[in-house]
DNA sequence: CACGATTATATGTCTAGACATATAAGTCAA
DNA sequence: TTGACTTATATGTCTAGACATATAATCGTG
């Protein structure tokens, strides 16, 4: 759940006085950079023990919605980083959560080493092995998304011998490589004539496209490229915030 | 920051407790469902007070890793909803942000009683009056993406006088409207006439779109269409976890 | 004035208790 | 078997202290 609740069913004090800084920082009433009320400040005014207010006060901090810093106090601060944050575990559990039919088809599957464009795409450097593989998600028989992706198996050797005939490689990725840091790209392009037939679109029909570049403590993993028909499927998205 | 920390930089211990649940977590040794130690067997075996784990634990359950229940114990959660998460401020900030130079163009603004179209849009049964607005933001003169926006008069009634032929309507917005929900849903389609002159690009080019429905507490307040070129402007997303 | 040493102070962490409360599990009767 | 009642228990919240620690501010000195 977000922070955001209402004052009204808060029972508890120290969720009180977390709603109340809350509500003054999202008012705009304390904008970023004020400096909010010291704790033995806040004691006084709500008549609670320190570690009251400091539970209150530690979970803005860790929400980021302020800053707290030792002898000077605590800060409001800025609102949270302009850009995008996308998260998209795994396209098979994606659809069955969606209560579709999963559907897997491998396409192509190459085990080399690693050329002058795979090297680029991954990031690296040194020439290794890698694998390269093509597959079709689909959802109720219909066509959901196509893969192309590229393993780094100096990050993951056991990608060589895994079977991704039944097991889509992000799900067996995110089995076998468990804390991972990832970058995502999206865009749009237009069909050409191999991805408008695995796609079963037209050509020159929109495509929206996830490039997704993994990574775990500055080792690559994988880059993967997923291409969606544009106009049917959509990346739905809610957050909570200002 | 997140809560992924070494283990080997934690003078406190708490934070010690912390990570390492949390390794075990993220290693999949504890799997999703697994129940964790109760508190009293944590403060057994690191042999502190019931507040220390308590407190490594409640971060935990802030950053949704764990879930916790009473009389039950605490357990693994779910790795995070399988869908995306989307975070997008403001157009202006996100184009400031890259260093670029932000040009803003009002091309249209009306106000009327809501159509059918408008209230289904934005999710409104009773009619209303609504602003429509038209507007396009360049970052160093090569234009960035066009909005097509409907603001509720209803829920923001301020919007009716506000001079939108300066400000772009989502940073006013940002800072009337404070703490709200939002949904995305992002697609692609190719560009027609009106987009493409708008664009300065082909006719049959890709763009990406993202339709956003912003409410507060139940209250429709906003929805917004934005286009940006395909080929050539590009959503980037960066995150940690699974 | 510049710079290093000292001090004051706000946060960071921790304790050893307390009572509240939701609820899983067990008990018992219909 | 099922439903209602009771109980045990893990978490939820809170207190009134304590000492640690980073650092802003002050003070002194060259």
Redesign the interface.
Known sequence: MSL?TDAADQPTLYKRIRADIEKRI???EWPPGHRIPFEHELVARYGCSRMTVNKALS?LA??DLIERRRRAGSFVRR????????????IR??II?LGRGYGYELIGRKLRTATAADRDRLGVKKAGKVVAINCRHSADNVPFAVEDRLIDLASVPDAATADFSREPPGSWL??HV?????????????ADDRTAEALDIAV??????IDRYTWRSARTITAVRLL?P??S??????????
Chains 1, 2 share one sequence.
Not at 84 to 89: D, E, N, P, R, S
Not at 235 to 242: C, E, I, M, T, Y
């Open positions: 955001a999202l008012t705009g979970e860790q929400a609102p949270q980083h302009q850009s995008a944050v996308l998260k998209i575990a795994d559990a994606e959560a995110l089995h468990p804390w991972t840091e990832a970058e995502h790209t999206i865009s749009a392009i237009v020159g029909a929109p495509c929206l496209v969606y544009g106009d499927h959509r990346l739905v998205a809610r957050f909570k915030g200002g």
